[in-house]
């Protein structure tokens, strides 16, 4: 516990290098990255093929706990006008390309995709596909709410190619569902996950999160007794990002007494972890559990595994573009990040604009790290024996690692770093030793949520 406490400082999630808050955009413009994001086409499109985000924000309810950029509202004309904009988006990257994309992945998020009717989810894709060829082995998945995923949204994605569920479970006990403002019985979450796999989903996977208000060790435990009865193929156990700072009403509905002390809250997640794994789940990365058959267990086998804005992933493409608003875009090398405000993103888009409103342009050493940084998220390790993986940033980062080598987190030897076993609950602080933008401008306020 001494190293819980130690070692429990805001820390960035890595889901990208550099963080958003670190992004470079006085020097960002927007041709430029058009430039970029033709190249990184040209160079990656027929090879690797694209993968594509799109967010849906609208929820009927708001969750207390989370952190993404929603719009609650139960008034489901909001449906046509914000698809009829996501493909006019869409329109502006196809002539960007200048030639016919391939998709190799997507995923639709939010906010609540399941808030849009399965009719109007069918027209948004198949617009999307109409201008794109869809890879035989692309992996597509959505983001599904337990209330309101029907039989007709499951065949209509099913139809569409869709073959991933992920469905928000958080915590089974009615205490905690009742202050964070996601009631949805056992019996819910059976019946969709349920009709998911006799529709011929092949993959389902639960959100849970540890370190909730009311969260205990007895709730936890039941929590994922149940969930062991419906056996998802993946479980994807976050810890609890408490910044009411930056979440605003709905994280302030409860105080931090509320909530577990880290203490706890590392117990929790160890209780998790014990039980997850004896009943024949692998650890994956960082907050991912797998079973054997899932295609994440056996990226991580292969050495496959690859991280970006959606997370861990199989599709190991260099190009991701993030369509809606807040979306943000990967092109390899640039960032960018759409508007935030739905009235807005929709006024710039139908007007024809592309809605960027920031972005970054990645350096060379930026290039460098993010490597690094993707290799331990990823794999546990990384190496720099090759010229051109060395750079004055990575041997600042192995001073950083000196503490935790001591600690025992971490094992340090020429050219090569590897995360043990007792290091992998560190591993945003292990990453952090390299994050060389952060370390030259360390915030004078909490900018991400505590790494335990």
């Not at 550099?18 to 413009?29: K, M, R």
């Not at 997507?106 to 399941?114: I, N, S």
């Not at 971490?410 to 952090?432: E, Y």
Request: proline share 5%.
């Amino acid at each position: 516990m001494n190293l819980i406490r130690k070692y429990n400082v805001a820390a960035p999630r890595y889901t990208s290098y550099p963080t958003v808050p670190y992004w470079d955009e006085n020097s960002f413009e927007l041709q430029q990255w058009s430039t970029l994001l033709q190249q990184s086409f040209r160079e990656h499109n027929h090879r690797d093929g694209i993968s594509l985000y799109i967010h849906l924000p609208f929820c009927e309810k708001l969750c207390t706990y989370c952190g993404c950029n929603k719009y609650i509202t139960v008034n489901h004309a909001v449906e046509e006008p914000y698809i009829t904009a996501l493909l006019k988006e869409w329109q502006l990257y196809l002539d960007t390309f200048g030639s016919k994309p391939r998709i190799k992945e997507v995923h639709l998020g939010g906010g609540t995709p399941t808030f849009f009717s399965a009719g109007n989810l069918r027209t948004l894709l198949d617009g999307i596909f109409s201008g794109a060829e869809l890879l035989p082995d692309a992996s597509l998945g959505f983001e599904g709410h337990p209330g309101n995923t029907t039989p007709e949204h499951l065949q209509v994605l099913y139809d569409l190619g869709f073959r991933r569920i992920s469905l928000g479970i958080q915590d089974f006990d009615p205490g905690v569902q009742e202050i964070i403002n996601r009631i949805q019985p056992f019996e819910t979450v059976a019946k969709v996950t349920e009709q998911a796999r006799q529709t011929g989903f092949t993959a389902v996977n639960f959100d849970l999160i540890y370190g909730l208000p009311l969260q205990t060790t007895c709730g936890m435990q039941d929590t994922i007794n149940k969930v062991m009865q419906l056996r998802p193929d993946r479980i994807s156990f976050y810890s609890y990002a408490h910044v009411p700072w930056i979440r605003g009403v709905g994280q302030r509905r409860y105080s931090e007494d509320d909530l577990p002390a880290p203490d706890e809250k590392r117990r929790l997640y160890e209780l998790g972890k014990l039980l997850f794994v004896r009943n024949g789940y692998t650890e994956i990365g960082m907050d991912h559990f797998a079973l054997p058959g899932d295609e994440l267990f056996q990226a991580a086998e292969k050495g496959q595994l690859h991280r970006n804005f959606m997370g861990y992933t199989v599709s190991h493409t260099s190009l991701l573009i993030g369509l809606g608003a807040s979306s943000i875009g990967d092109s390899r090398y640039a960032y960018v990040q759409n508007e935030k405000n739905i009235a807005t993103w929709q006024e710039l888009v139908n007007k024809g604009i592309f809605p960027v409103v920031r972005g970054h342009i990645l350096n060379e050493e930026d290039l460098l790290l993010r490597r690094h940084i993707q290799e331990l998220m990823c794999n546990f390790e990384t190496t720099w024996h090759k010229a051109d993986t060395q750079c004055d940033a990575v041997m600042d980062g192995l001073q950083r690692l000196q503490e935790l080598e001591k600690d025992g987190l971490v094992n340090v030897i020429p050219d090569r770093v590897a995360v043990t076993s007792k290091g992998r609950p560190f591993i945003r602080n292990i990453c952090m030793a390299f994050d060389a933008r952060l370390w030259r401008q360390f915030p004078q306020s909490q900018l991400f949520s505590k790494a335990i």
